[in-house]
């Protein structure tokens, strides 16, 4: 007997069911990077082969649910998906097996796609598929709302976002690895069973209207309007444009603004977030409204970024976030606007996920490669802006052709001069600047900023009201060109360099004092240029710091033979191995490796008298290879651009630092970092091994070339600290607190954040 009740309830049902797939699809991605870490180490193959396996088999899911739904009744489809359901429980509960860690030199792609494969590819694709064919399913119910059934993808990015927001919230501090993969599992067979809830409801209750006619009820069918190329294109480029955008500004803000943990939560948080908007059946106000405010945010973004009139840190992650943000919802929005009919919902899904793999690849493997820093982010801002949805002026005549072909070249050419002249030469407003200080209280320099890129600024947004496609963005295009170019000459930059860990810059002071090596915004190391005193270890390796008090003390009688060192920079730490020492540097990046070992640009290395060499791969991997109790001192110094591979500071790996250290050897950790206390992880890992622990909190001195930093000491035992272990500034570590021990199996970076 039917039931109105049920039959009503069937959009709440499929919201449900998707919101949970969707949750469950995030949680996996997050789990099982967390797994793989401490088997694979954290080298960009890895991260990289991971982002293409779930681009992937994302796709695949997609194809699949398109294949079925175009291709098969209602039935075959039913039967299939529910058979691919239960049969990825073969795989459950996901765990890593052990014993495919790939050798440390060898390349883990191969290892990593067939270790991925049999741990998470089977439940991950039909998850991949779950979404869009149930969507075409609740199509076919004959319900009043399945005619336009999109609304069902807000519940699925909400499930997303909010399994995004979760996991290091709320499951990461909370449980095992052990204990999240059985709750995955356990939330597996519930959306099984949701599942096989749709499909029976789907069977009940689907309309008379064969599955190539999307529309209607059993008494009207309606034909779909059939798809072109152009409209398969503009979805790919507009599922482009905010896909690239999420990660260019992730990597953006974390190389060029301040490197903070956990920080690219945020970017994928609003991305979901427009999705969640735009396909909740909102007024369509909502979508114009984000088209009205783009060029202005982008002119905002623009003017901030490059003005440098002395806004905090937080003030431009805004900008750049709500600029992205309203990117996503004009982008999405425009998405969103042109969905087909129902007939044609999987194949829409299908190229939408090839847009968004496009974009990943893009940022991910082809940009470190096309560009030298993060260009990019800029380069696809340009793309949005020339894709901005604006009405056209009325075509005009032929005889006006040349008038219209003149403005679209004219417009970059003037652009790209005036702003050449504004930042490069640097006219004199002298006058103006004081004239206008005498009425506005404001610094002379924020002044001259203010009229300099404002002037920049207004003219480019204002070609917005000209409504000719595509000359906005050129506009955007050339200012943004210039004004990167034009900034390189404000320093005497030597050598710039990008790998896939980032964008490496070598430069000299104006002063002449110092040449330094930087990642993103982190300094990485110095050395001074004149020749009385370029032997000696500067910024965090100064001789007075903690880093030099304790090489100073394991000297002499004391000195240690052999010692390993976790992070290369400059190979600063060299400059203390002497003669008949042996130093070895584990060091992840090859082009840092490159850089230090030149004398061109550093001579740490190639001055040392000591035997040293460069081992490359990730610190943990590669030294789990050297023979035990062979060094009296290890370093760890992998914690730069206050990023933390969270591997290396885990029971198990402290565990074997010290397996690789003599009785009476010592671990040094340099634990500097703008955001996170790590003092209290490595106070709880001491208690946890009965190891003697001291912290050393250093301040910077200008003059001397020392910066400020924080080390932290470990040793079996306190006798084995010598004089430190009196030493005033070496204290014990205090407070001694975090939720547990860090294990490969649980951490929580939340616990030790500086709020």
Known sequence: MDSPLLFSSLPALFSLTLFLSAGLLFFVELMIAKMILPLLGGTPAVWNTCMMFFQAVLLAGYGYAHISGAKMNLSRQIVIHLAILVAACIVLPIAVPRWLAPPAEANPLGYVLFLLLISVGPPFFVLSGTAPLLQKWFAQTGHRSAADPYFLYSASNLGSMLALLGYPALIEPRFRLVEQSLSWTRGYIILAALTVLCAALTRKYATACPSPFSQGTAERCVLPVRVNWMERGRWILFAFVPSSLMLGVTTFLSTDVAAVPLFWVVPLSLYLLSFIIVFARVPDMVRQTAVFLLPLSLAALIFVDFSDIGLPKSTVFLFHLVNFFVFCMVCHGEIARTRPATAHLTEYYLWLSVGGALGGIFNSLAAPVIFKTILEYPV????????????????????????????????????????????????????????????????????????????????????????????????????????????????DIVHRQRSFFGVLTVTRALDGTFISLTHGTTLHGKQWLNEFNRHEPVSYYHRTGPAGRVFSEFNGRKKKARIAVAGLGTGSLAAYAGAGQEIDFYEIDPAVKRIAADPAYFTFLSDCPAGWRVILGDARLTLAKAPPRHYGLIVVDAFSSDSIPVHLLTKEAVELYFSKLSEDGALLLHITNRYLNLAPVLARLADENGFADRICDDDGDYETGKDGSTWVLLARDERYFGGLAGDEVWKKIDPRKTAAVWTDDFSNILSVFKW
Not at 396 to 413: D, H, N, Q, S
Not at 442 to 466: C, H
Not at 480 to 486: A, E, F, H, R, Y
């Open 380 to 491: 696809v801002l340009a793309v949005g802006a020339i894709l901005l949805p604006v009405k056209a002026r009325r075509e005009t005549g032929g005889r006006l052709a040349w008038k219209e072909a003149a403005l679209y070249v004219g417009v970059p050419v003037a652009t790209i001069l005036l702003a050449y002249w504004a930042t490069v030469e640097q006219p004199d407003l002298g006058l103006a600047i004081y004239r206008l200080h005498d009425y506005i209280p404001i610094p002379v320099k924020t002044l001259e900023s203010l009229l300099t890129y404002g002037l920049l600024v207004l003219p480019v947004l204002g070609l917005i009201f000209l409504k000719r496609p595509f000359l906005f963005g050129i506009g955007i295009a050339a200012l943004l060109l210039t004004l990167i170019v034009s900034k390189d000459f404000t320093q």
